[in-house]
T-cell receptor, first 113, second 113 residues
Framework: QKEVEQNSGPLSVPEGAIASLNCTYS??????FFWYRQYSGKSPELIMS????GDKEDGRFTAQLNKASQYVSLLIRDSQPSDSATYLC?????????????FGAGTQVVVTP | GAGVSQSPSNKVTEKGKDVELRCDPI?????LYWYRQSLGQGLEFLIY????????KSGLPSDRFSAERTGGSVSTLTIQRTQQEDSAVYLC???????????FGPGTRLTVT
């Protein structure tokens, strides 16, 4: 079983709608999670960090963490064509290996005008 | 401020040659990571440096791969006797400490002919 799992997509979202991305993880001890956006041919860009249960909002992005159910999600409100990218979820590979991140394979998002 | 920089941006080499890839992390970041990403694939962890601790080399795919970090700053990834399967984008990332979000450089695209 992979440490961090995501649906590969593509997730097609009409412009202006909400894109909902999900990520599940296997290590109950994982403490921190991150969402990265990667445009085609570019390197990943950190867009959200979340360390505690609940929601964290930053502009049009909301990250949600549910440690009991072992999932983390990302909502993109008012989706724009510029949001079309692959979104990577990342969490600690092991709770006792604090520095290393395990990346999911990524979910491709396509925002259609 | 300046982000993570990597050089060269592109490298074409013949099979069997050695290559060196360089990474300049964000100033003051104690953690430095190397990943590689093959076309259309996810991120593959290679090695992690944290401060003065021994590096975590658990992701290096073979003994042809090595990395060092001098003075707690610049890092060099060396691939000896390159093989065609080494062709990928090599990404470097740094973070202020382990366990927090990582910031990626633009990557080095390595092509082994």
């Amino acid at each position: 079983q992979k440490e961090v799992e995501q649906n590969s997509g593509p997730l097609s979202v009409p412009e202006g709608a909400i894109a909902s991305l999900n990520c599940t993880y296997s290590d109950r001890g994982s403490q921190s999670f991150f969402w990265y956006r990667q445009y085609s041919g570019k390197s990943p860009e950190l867009i959200m960090s979340i360390y505690s249960n609940g929601d964290k909002e930053d502009g049009r992005f909301t990250a949600q963490l549910n440690k009991a159910s072992q999932y983390v999600s990302l909502l993109i409100r008012d989706s724009q064509p510029s949001d079309s990218a692959t979104y990577l979820c990342a969490g600690p590979q092991r709770a006792d290996s604090w520095g290393k991140l395990q990346f999911g394979a990524g979910t491709q998002v396509v925002v259609t005008p | 401020g300046a982000g993570v920089s990597q050089s060269p941006s592109n490298k074409v080499t013949e099979k069997g040659k050695d290559v060196e890839l360089r990474c300049d992390p964000i100033s003051g970041h104690t953690a430095l990571y190397w990943y590689r990403q093959s076309l259309g694939q996810g991120l593959e962890f290679l090695i992690y440096f944290q401060g003065n601790s021994a590096p975590d080399k658990s992701g290096l795919p073979s003994d042809r791969f090595s990395a060092e970090r001098t003075g707690g700053s610049v890092s060099t990834l060396t691939i000896q006797r390159t093989q065609q399967e080494d062709s990928a984008v090599y990404l470097c990332a740094s973070s202020p400490d382990g366990g927090v979000g990582q910031y990626f450089g633009p990557g080095t695209r390595l092509t082994v002919t």
